[in-house]
């Protein structure tokens, strides 16, 4: 591997992408316990959903939005996560997340890549 730093910064784009379909899931599950229920109001889960998880996005998007994985020296390192390449097993990625498996077989997520495939790709190379 290069000296170069790689990083893996989180981006907005795939965090409001991944909100909405929570959203849309939210919004039909809720729909359905309430027609499970026999509520007449089945339509409030719908808008009910919507504010759980627009809530939801809003509150956590500047600490989620700030999160940047890098390799250096070696080293896969992320918010409190340090893993020495050479312990990676296999990389795979899971719609916008890149999931890290180790060889201990601890796993981390690299949430919210624009290109998950090139992130891991670069994450590929580098452990060669």
Known sequence: MSDATLRFPADRGAYIRNHTWMAAVAMGGAMAVLWAMDNPYVWTGAPAGLAAIALRGW??????????????????????????????????????????????????????????????????????
């Open 59 to 128: 509150y956590l998007a500047s600490e989620e939005l700030a999160v940047v994985w890098e390799i250096s020296d070696g080293t896969l390192s992320g918010p409190g996560h340090r893993v020495p390449l050479g312990q990676i097993e296999m990389v795979r990625t899971m719609g916008s997340y890149v999931q890290v498996i180790t060889k201990g077989g601890d796993k981390h997520l690299i949430r919210y890549q624009a290109d998950p495939a090139a992130t891991e790709a670069a994450i590929e190379r580098a452990i060669r």
